[in-house]
């Protein structure tokens, strides 16, 4: 996991969301906030209780998991939307109400991906390499990350970090509170409660959900991260690199090769897959279109 934080310009963060979990409503409110621009105190202004119908801590939490997800972005001090968030929410939005799987998986990308917005996120899919864990390996974990980067994060806030981690993507059978009633990260199946008490697990294998498009997509942004020169990537920089599809998505080797053999034609031939002499490879012949690539995923509007 060393060099998975080895860029200088990497910050941890591991507060911001007042301890909520992402919501369900949330995503859609913060862009139709921001829509034709707002100030940059949108979500911490005194009117924000009454905009966002939350109270003050909440409407803080929108604003972090909306940078977070990339739905919106501050461009010279005024909050407007990023392109995936327009993309998604905008008039022709893709998934306006959040109703398709590969909204929440991308946005799981961009939660995972790298480390900067959501570092227990990206630390928890890239840096734990057994099949379960505990609160206490995870934080112990994070404390390591912050001490070598020199960091300040007290272990209190790691340990909340990690329990707003737990909400966003364990389901609980207890549905009884707001919190477990929108599970919006846990639908995607990727971490669960063990059989062994206070234990989780990863859930590796194939993800039926997940479309080709969002795992290229999340390629790409790995590629363009961690290996920006390079013209191809190895099959194990793709199941294993911190930050990879393979990591993130918690998928087996197996199934990390049946996507890659069907990348051609995901990427319109931009990109190819090739096994010679015991090398399996991704070779990038074009760039894509990171957003057009996305599209794909999602069903064609009827004109």
């Known amino acids: 996991m060393r060099d998975a934080f080895t860029d200088s310009d990497t910050r ?3 507060a911001g969301h007042e301890t909520f979990p992402l919501r369900l409503l949330w995503l859609r409110k913060a862009y139709d906030a921001v829509s034709d621009g707002a100030s940059s105190r949108t979500f911490r202004e005194p009117d924000a209780i009454g905009r966002f119908g ?3 801590n909440m409407a803080m939490s929108m604003g972090f998991w909306a940078f977070a997800a990339e739905v919106i972005e501050d461009s010279a001090g005024t909050l407007k939307p990023t392109k995936f968030g327009e993309a998604v929410f905008g008039p022709d939005g893709w998934d ?4 398709q799987a590969a909204t929440i998986w991308t946005i799981h990308a961009h939660l995972a991906g790298q ?3 959501a570092t227990t996120t990206y630390f928890t899919f890239s840096g734990l ?6 609160v206490p390996t995870l934080v112990g974990g994070l404390e390591g990350v912050v001490a070598r980067k020199g ?9 909340r970090d990690v329990e707003v981690l737990l909400r966003n993507y364990v389901a609980r059978a207890d549905a009884s509170n707001e919190d477990a009633a929108e599970p919006l990260m846990a639908e995607l199946g990727l971490v669960r409660e063990a059989r062994v008490g206070g234990y989780y697990e990863f859930v590796r294998g194939p993800k039926p959900s997940l479309p080709d498009a969002v795992f290229a997509y999340a390629l790409d942004r790995f590629w363009a991260r961690r290996h920006r020169a390079a013209p191809a990537l190895t099959f194990e920089q793709v199941c294993y690199g911190p930050g990879s599809p393979g990591r993130i998505f918690k998928l087996s080797e197996d199934e990390v090769a049946i996507r890659l053999s069907r990348i051609e034609a995901t990427t319109a031939k ?9 090398l399996r490879q991704v070779q990038k012949v074009a760039d894509v279109d990171r957003l057009g690539l996305l ?8 004109a």
Request: glycine share 8%; proline share 9%; charged share 20%.
């Open 12 to 14: 941890g963060s591991f």
């Open 54 to 56: 939350v109270g003050k």
């Open 96 to 99: 306006p109400y959040l109703e």
């Open 115 to 117: 480390p900067m917005m």
């Open 129 to 134: 390499n057994s099949p379960d864990f505990d």
């Open 151 to 159: 960091w300040r994060a007290t272990v209190g806030t790691l340990r």
């Open 270 to 278: 931009a990109w190819r897959f090739t096994d010679t002499a015991g």
């Open 295 to 302: 599209a794909s995923a999602y069903p064609k509007r009827a």
